[in-house]
Structures are given as structure tokens and as C-alpha cells.
């Protein structure tokens, strides 16, 4: 653990904290280290990024990656993650049909997104940098969500 404590991550991580104030401590150095495990430190920063004003196309792939994820789960019969997923998706879509400004400080201070959803957020972006899924969505194919599997496709994250 403390090969993970290093300044870079500590200064990342207070960072998040003094941007995003609902987050916890432990949740904003959480969150730094799977960003600093991003080799491409220019998309992080860049004006659009997850961390940034979403675009339209972003807003619409993280929603819907959401609602992939809640068909997951009700393909594993795990009731309670598939109606928070759900229900995540949803509000992301209401928000891109009405065409509204979104960033990750609005989803970090929305009603029941917990920092798993929140995280997995952060997970879609680094996957995108590096055309990969995200650890959830290869941790629910490999548990059996079969037809999930088949359809997924690797997230993707636009600057423009």
C-alpha cells in the first residue's frame, strides 16, 4: 500500500477533494490512483475530460454503459445493483435529452450515485484511453451475463 502513497498521487488526490468537497478523502485518493494510472496525462487534463465539461457523445456513452450494466446484472439476477444502475442511466439520460451541461461535479453531487458509480466513471474514461472495458463490465461477463458479453462494446470518450 504505501508503494501507492507518493506525491504525485497525494496532490492528485487533494486536488479532487478541493474541486469535489462530497467526496471523502479516501474516495478522492481512490479515484487519483486509477487516474494516475492514465499514461496520457493531457487527456486527463484536457477541458473536456472526465474531470470536465462532458460532451454530448461522452454523456450519452457513460449513460449508456450504465444501462449495460444494469441489463447485466438483471442477467445475473442481482436485483439491487441492476435498479441502481438503472436508475443511474436513467437520470444521465433524461440530462442528455435535455441538451444540459454535465460534468462529473454534477454526478458526484447527484442523489444515490455512490462512489462505486462514481469510480466506474472514472474507469469508463481510462478504458476509453486505452480501447479496453472497463474492470466491472469484464468482472459481470466473466460471472455468467453471457448475452451482455456478446453485446458490449469498449466505451468510448470524445473531446469535441
Not at 16 to 30: K, M, T
Not at 132 to 156: L, N, S
Amino acid at each position: 500500500m504505501r508503494a501507492f502513497i507518493t506525491s504525485k498521487n497525494n496532490k492528485l488526490a487533494h486536488s479532487l477533494r478541493a474541486v469535489y468537497p462530497s467526496l471523502s478523502w479516501g474516495a478522492a485518493f481512490r479515484l487519483a490512483l486509477t487516474v494516475a494510472a492514465v499514461n496520457d496525462t493531457t487527456a486527463v487534463q484536457h477541458p473536456r475530460s472526465v474531470f470536465g465539461s462532458w460532451t454530448h457523445a461522452s454523456l450519452r456513452g457513460v449513460a449508456g454503459h450504465f444501462w449495460g450494466l444494469s441489463a447485466a446484472y438483471s442477467e445475473l439476477d442481482d436485483r439491487g445493483r441492476a435498479y441502481a444502475m438503472k436508475a443511474l442511466s436513467r437520470k444521465l439520460f433524461a440530462v442528455h435529452e435535455a441538451r444540459c451541461e454535465f460534468s462529473f461535479y454534477n454526478l458526484a453531487v447527484m442523489d444515490n450515485v455512490a462512489e462505486g458509480m462514481l469510480s466506474e466513471v472514472v474507469d469508463y474514461f481510462t478504458a476509453a484511453l486505452s480501447s479496453d472495458h472497463t474492470p466491472r463490465t469484464k468482472r459481470v461477463i466473466a460471472a455468467g451475463a453471457a448475452v451482455y458479453g456478446a453485446r458490449v462494446v469498449p466505451p468510448a470518450w470524445t473531446f469535441e
